[in-house]
């Protein structure tokens, strides 16, 4: 066992790192209308990463939230939603950019600001992916944690507020993932104050996977996707 580890994200603040295989990360936000993007690769080979299209269609769902998976491209899964008191999650909203911050909150700059100033979600995730030797073109469609986002009929997307002050997720690890956050704003939250909430990830190691497993026995393409993850770390068990 390996002891806890624990960060707080600040309004605009961002993180990363690899984390290992058999972990629970749990997100707790502190003031209503958090929004904490996430983006996931392999740790190792990042060429492989979450998938969104693939994960909502295997699932039939438009939205995450306990016994969902987050897909990657080849079909493993790279983590699990255990547990939920949110109870919605946006896998569709996509992230802020410096344009559309400064007209929806008004131009700021750390010149001016320091680190008052109002960060974008394209600009956090940039920097943090750099910091793996990655760059803009890895960058892809987030998981919107804390955020409702619903589709209506016509196909337009609608934001919807939901209390999230003292709310948690946690994710279990199926992989040896690269996690990246950015606690920036959903774009399609229509609000014109920068949100405030700070939110936690404390991440420390998750009980064994059973046969009863909520995320496993979701649906068929769940299992499936478990047992290709399965059987890919079974042929490295051993490996230098």
């Known amino acids: 066992m390996t ?12 993180w990363s790192a690899r984390i290992g295989k058999g972990k629970s990360i749990t997100l707790t936000a502190a003031g209503d209308g958090a ?30 939230t306990a016994g969902h998976v987050l897909m990657s491209d080849q079909g493993r899964v790279l983590a699990s939603v255990t547990e939920d008191t949110v109870g919605w999650h946006d896998p569709l909203g996509g992230y802020t950019n410096r344009v559309g911050t400064d007209s929806k909150y008004g131009s700021t700059s750390y010149q ?16 943090e992916l750099y910091r793996h030797n990655l760059t803009p073109r890895d960058l892809s469609t987030p998981v919107n944690f804390f955020s409702k986002v619903i ?15 003292g709310r ?7 992989m040896d993932v690269l996690m990246v956050f950015s606690n920036t704003p959903n774009p399609l939250n ?20 059973l046969e009863d497993d909520l995320c ?21 068990r051993g490996a230098n």
């Not at 969104?52 to 939205?63: E, G, I, N, V, Y």
């Not at 948690?168 to 199926?174: F, G, I, K, P």
């Not at 229509?190 to 996977?209: G, N, R």
Request: proline share 7%; glycine share 4%; hydrophobic share 35%.
């Open 216 to 236: 496993v026995n979701h649906c068929g393409e769940n299992r499936r996707a478990f047992e290709n993850t399965w059987n890919a770390y079974a042929l490295m």
């Open 168 to 174: 948690s997720v946690a994710l279990r690890t199926e």
């Open 3 to 14: 002891s806890p580890f624990s960060i707080t994200l600040q309004p605009g603040g961002k």
């Open 151 to 165: 589709c209506e009929l016509d196909g337009s997307m609608r934001y919807i507020p939901q209390e999230t002050a």
């Open 35 to 64: 929004n904490l993007s996430a983006l996931l690769y392999d740790a190792f080979h990042p060429s492989e990463r979450y998938n969104m299209p693939d994960s909502l269609k295997a699932q039939h769902t438009a939205f995450y």
């Open 112 to 127: 001016q600001e320091r680190n008052a100033w109002h960060r974008s979600g394209e600009e956090n995730l940039v920097v």
């Open 190 to 209: 229509p609000s014109k104050d920068y949100p405030e909430s700070a939110v936690t990830i404390c991440v420390a190691d998750a009980a064994p996977v």
